[in-house]
């Protein structure tokens, strides 16, 4: 029921920066988390950023200081700014949003996916 899309994605150089959104179907307000992950080839999907109903956010180590990621409520969208890109960023990122129930446990909804590709 829930449907998440993502754009933005696309081929930069290192150094540039991407902008990705995720447009949900419903209020962010809705979710406990939202969040982008991504996937290399070969690799296991990783979360990349992730941020609460509350605002608070948490970030991988590899991007802190360079990835930002914010909601604008109104839009139901949550943003993903990725500041001095690099080639291992390379990855197909996924939007994804969370709600947690303590008895069933959570629920998690996927977007397709948005390849973005950092040439060196």
């Known amino acids: 029921q829930v449907q998440l899309v993502e754009s933005g994605g696309g081929l930069v150089q290192a150094g540039g920066s991407l902008r990705l959104s995720c447009e949900a179907s419903r209020s962010i307000f809705s979710f406990d988390t939202m969040g982008w992950y991504r996937q290399a080839p070969g690799k296991q999907r990783e979360l990349v950023a992730g941020i609460t109903s509350g605002g608070s956010t948490n970030y991988a180590d590899s991007v802190k200081g360079r990835f930002t990621i914010s909601t604008d409520n109104a839009k139901s969208t949550v943003h993903l700014q990725m500041n001095s890109l690099k080639p291992e960023d390379t990855a197909v990122y996924y939007c994804?949003?969370?709600?947690?129930?303590?008895?069933?446990?959570?629920?998690?909804?996927w977007g397709q996916g948005t390849q973005v590709t950092v040439s060196s």
């Open positions: 994804n949003a969370k709600i947690i129930r303590a008895i069933i446990g959570s629920t998690s909804y």
